[in-house]
């Protein structure tokens, strides 16, 4: 059986910011009038830009993280309501035809922290999709939210899971690399915050403009012989 990982942001939705807003209005919220500094979010995990973050303004965390990621989450869910954020091109198609194939199983692979993953799904209606998964709570690396996620996936299926048969879907270098990083295959698609050029240098297996046209590719996921039409 095939196990797919799909990367969130920039992937399946974009929230137009909403995340990353919400996450500084909790830190001014906690902190004060502090200026949350603009670092790069494209590919990282939610535990990696907080340490970040807090570096950056020579801040130590007041309490644990966990209240941390509670006090974001409560923001996101309320903010991402009115968003104007959207499913990206032919992510629901794909979802469908993926959902009603007996050979394929369909995981999340994110650096946003659990919680906020599934405020995010939910809002779109994608949630019911995904079985299980590798978040960003823990990891400050990509590489290691795979391995959670192959560990989730293996658990999952049992018997049925097989580690020669995985492939990350994601829209940065970041989501290639960590696909590498667990030996599977990698789609990138070009709907996130990377160019097509800079996506192309991480040698990905596939590169697509979107998940549009799902009849001209989708098969290949399933059969890799034919991937060399894409290189
Ligand atoms: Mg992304």
Not at 87 to 108: C, K, M, R, S, Y
Not at 161 to 174: A, C, H, L, M
Request: proline content about 3%; overall charge negative.
């Amino acid at each position: 059986m095939w196990t797919i990982l799909f990367d969130i942001d920039g992937t399946l939705i974009r929230t137009q910011g909403v995340g990353m807003g919400a996450m500084g209005q909790t830190i001014r919220e906690l902190y004060g009038d502090v200026n949350v500094p603009d670092i790069s979010v494209h590919g990282r995990t939610d535990r990696g830009i907080i340490g970040e973050i807090f570096e950056t303004l020579q801040m130590p965390l007041k309490g644990d993280i966990a209240s941390f990621y509670r006090a974001y989450c409560k923001r996101l869910e309320a903010w991402i309501v009115n968003s104007e954020g959207y499913t990206l091109p032919g992510v629901e198609p794909v979802l469908e035809i993926l959902d009603q194939d007996p050979d394929v199983a369909l995981g999340i692979l994110t650096g946003n922290v659990r919680r906020a993953a599934e405020i995010k799904l939910d809002r779109f209606g994608l949630r019911e999709y995904f079985h299980f998964g590798g978040y960003g709570d823990e990891h400050a690396d990509r590489n290691d939210v795979a391995s959670a996620a192959w560990v989730s996936a293996r658990n999952y299926l049992g018997k049925k899971f097989d580690p020669e048969k995985i492939w990350v879907i994601g829209d940065t270098r970041n989501d290639v690399r960590c696909a590498r990083s667990i030996n599977a295959k990698a789609l990138a698609v070009e709907t996130g915050g990377e160019s097509s050029e800079l996506l192309a240098t991480s040698g990905p297996d596939m590169q697509l403009k979107n998940l549009e046209r799902a009849d001209a590719w989708l098969d290949t996921l399933k059969s890799p012989n034919r991937l060399k039409q894409y290189r």
